[in-house]
Structure formats: C-alpha cells, structure tokens
C-alpha cells in the first residue's frame, strides 16, 4: 500500500480545511484509515480514524463536533478525507495519514503518508 496526502497549507483561524489520503496499491488489505498529526515536542496524535468494515469512527476530543472523516473507494483507490472546520491556531501541526493493513502472511503493518503541514494563524 502507498500513500499520497493532499491538502493543507496556511488558513485563517475560523476557516475550513480538507485534507485527503489516497491509497494505492492492495487497498483491500487496509482494515482502518486515519489521520494523526504531531507538532515539535510533542507525541504524534491521532486525531480521526475510521474502520473500512462498519465504517466506525474516532475523534480526539479537540476535534469532535467540527470534523468529519470519510472513506471512499473508486477505481483501484480508497481514499480518506478529514474535513476540518472552524479551525484554530491549536491545530496548526504537521498531518499524517496512517493506513493500518493486514493479510495472513504478513500480519499488521502500518502504513504512513509523508506528512503535510497545517497552519492556522489568528
């Protein structure tokens, strides 16, 4: 599985963001999606993820009730999309999409996007 991450860049506090991770590659081995993200001296975060069977999510607590997180897949893609709105500077952080795959011979691995930074200023 690859990872390509897109969106972030520099936004004004109360804006709205999207940030998008496409998968490619034995995108059917991926049991979860998500994103975390990680700001200098600080553990990296999970922020939202959600399961491909049930599609169940999760929401850290600064988030919830101003994100959603979605999964789709089309034409060999499966994509994860956080949507953040009213946005504040506390989110400014580097955003990692993270696949979680697994098959009987291999077992569970993580799979990471290279990062993409998110800037809110004031």
């Known amino acids: 599985v690859q990872l390509a991450e ?13 940030l998008s991770c496409v998968a490619t590659g034995d995108i059917f081995s991926i049991n979860n999606m998500g994103w975390y993200r990680q700001v200098p001296g600080k553990q990296r975060e999970l922020v939202a993820n959600m399961h ?4 169940s999510t999760y929401y850290v607590d600064s988030v919830k009730g101003r994100s959603t997180i979605s999964l789709s897949t089309n034409d060999g893609k499966r994509t994860v999309t956080l949507q953040l709105n009213s946005l504040k500077p506390e989110d400014t952080a580097v955003y990692y999409c993270k696949a979680v795959t697994f098959r009987h011979l291999t077992g569970t691995r993580d799979v990471w996007g290279q990062g993409t930074l998110v800037t809110v200023s004031s």
């Open 6 to 18: 897109f969106g972030g860049g520099l936004v004004q506090a109360d804006d709205s963001l999207r």
């Open 52 to 55: 491909t069977d049930g599609g």
